[in-house]
């Protein structure tokens, strides 16, 4: 029997209350400002922020003190990490009743600043990169632990553009991308409604926003799981629906010129 | 000889090779491009590598963690050229010759590709050495087989960052589903086509998942995670014996 767990008591730390900037420097060293008031969070619990090497095995977690009273470590050395590939996590701990439950967390928190760079810009569920990899390829997606993007080939000019407002791009390409995306979501084991800002449970819940009836997402039962195919299958027609892409794909389509076949 | 590693056109040469290989299963290894100054540069400061024997991957990592004791770790498992340099240095270990003849896999098992999510860890070589830097100890599960195969155990986890960066999680991992009286993973474990109750392919990742959401996993015990999972997982429990490496 699969169980459940209870998420009952942890609370969603909204990103804000966790400043980052990773100055110049080297070792690279960051520098945050942890704000939990309002949080209502005990006072005696412990603050942790971690940070994680995207595509590393490397985290490193720095001790903030307590909710009542929080601390700046003096070692904030990231040593090893690469910053352009630093998240991080501010996880707040209890400390007396159930030791090592969350009480609250906040997840995949990107700098503001790295370096000299601009603040850092929200960019969606679905990022569109150039890719020189593709080959023979168009596109394809690239999955990784903490955001999932859409590939283009970088050796057809203009794609990347393209895929944003060319009806007869997207359309073709988005609906297979949609299928794909909440498919490994499902087996990624996210739930729509978890307390978290990681991109699985970010597309359940646009999924799930998206399907006529605002069914939640199936859990994973394994390969050919005939519940998990008849929702995606739900939510993509849905989105087809929504955005007309056969209409919107026809009227961008040249007209028949009577040439051959 | 001095370990090197390959630049971009000796990643290629060795590409090509293995390419070859595949359709001429007797080509001979191409070693002149080990110390070939126009496809490789020698790794400063210099380390002397030396052909060993490796009855098993467990050897290999050992040797490959002395070897790059004074390379720094981070930088090693970013580098493309040195792995696959060191491949085609242990070449006759990690695709053996069987009556001259080479069964040559995919690439990835040789070149290895760092920013690869879907290959990195499928690099032989790279794979036992990442195992022995993050799990010195409980990691037999990865480690008791062949430098030339890479099982399904070691695969599965290691692809997953989540569950490597759990620090308890190599003890939970061979307590469970270390097999002490066959010497190897328990059977049934990575079952791609069935789900079994407190299975690794399957069940153990959407647990874990389910457990980070609620539990501070960085801090946990191995007892106290293996409590976490529930009962399902009891049933691969290693009796109450010594559990370590």
């Known amino acids: ?261 | 000889m001095n370990l090197r590693e390959f630049n971009a056109a000796g990643i290629e040469a060795f590409r090509d090779f293995l390419e070859n290989a595949r359709q001429n299963p007797a080509t001979p290894v191409p070693t002149e491009l080990l110390t070939n100054d126009a496809l490789t540069t020698e790794v400063q400061p210099t380390v002397d590598v030396e052909q060993r024997r490796f009855a098993t991957r467990a050897g290999a990592a050992e040797y490959l963690a002395t070897l790059l004791s004074s390379v720094d770790s981070g930088s090693a498992a970013k580098n493309g050229g040195l792995w696959t340099w060191i491949a085609l240095f242990f070449f006759d270990q990690v695709c053996p010759a069987k009556n001259g003849r080479r069964d040559v896999k995919n690439d990835y098992r040789y070149i290895f590709e760092p920013d690869n999510p879907r290959h990195f860890y499928r690099h032989i070589l790279f794979i036992a050495w990442r195992v022995i830097t993050i799990a010195p100890t409980h990691n037999r599960l990865f480690l008791s087989g062949s430098v030339s195969s890479l099982d399904q155990v070691t695969a599965e986890v290691m692809k997953r960052l989540y569950l490597t960066r759990i620090p308890c999680i190599f003890e939970v991992l061979e307590r469970l589903y270390w097999d002490e009286k066959r010497g190897r993973a328990r059977a049934g474990i990575v079952t791609r086509a069935v789900v079994k109750p407190g299975d690794l392919i399957h069940r153990l990742p959407l647990r874990i998942r389910q457990l980070e959401m609620t539990y501070d996993l960085q801090s946990l015990t191995a007892d106290k995670l293996i409590e976490l999972l529930g009962d399902e997982f009891q049933r691969w429990k290693a009796p109450a014996v010594a559990a370590g490496s």
């Open chain 1, 1 to 261: 029997m699969i169980k459940r767990v209870n998420f009952t008591g942890r609370r969603r730390i909204p990103q804000r209350h966790a400043k980052i900037e990773i100055p110049d420097g080297k070792p690279p060293t960051f520098n945050a400002a942890i704000d939990l008031d309002g949080m209502q969070m005990p006072s005696k619990a412990k603050v942790f922020l971690e940070a994680i090497s995207v595509g590393s095995t490397l985290v490193r977690r720095f001790d903030f003190g307590t909710v009542g009273a929080i601390e700046v470590p003096k070692d904030r050395s990231l040593d090893g990490f690469d910053p352009d590939h630093v998240l991080f996590a501010l996880k707040v701990v209890d400390q007396s009743e159930r030791i090592g439950r969350i009480l609250g967390a906040a997840q995949n928190i990107r700098p503001e600043r790295i370096g000299n760079d601009e603040p850092s810009e929200s960019k969606g569920i679905l990022p569109i990169v150039e890719s020189d990899e593709l080959g023979q390829q168009l596109w394809d997606l690239d999955f990784r632990e903490h955001f999932v993007c859409l590939r283009v080939n970088k050796n057809i000019p203009g794609l990347k553009d393209r895929a944003h407002w060319d009806s007869t791009v997207y359309s073709l390409v988005y609906p297979a991308v949609v299928r794909e995306v909440l498919r490994k979501a499902i087996e990624w084991g996210a739930e729509y409604d978890e307390q978290s800002d990681h991109w699985a449970v970010l597309w359940l819940r646009f999924g799930r926003d998206l399907h006529p009836t605002k069914e939640s997402p199936p859990t994973f039962a394994g390969p050919s799981d005939e519940d998990v195919d008849g929702w995606i299958e739900e939510v993509v027609q849905a989105f087809c629906d929504r955005h007309a892409l056969k209409d919107i794909y026809l009227s961008r389509l040249p007209k028949d010129d009577g040439g051959d076949v």
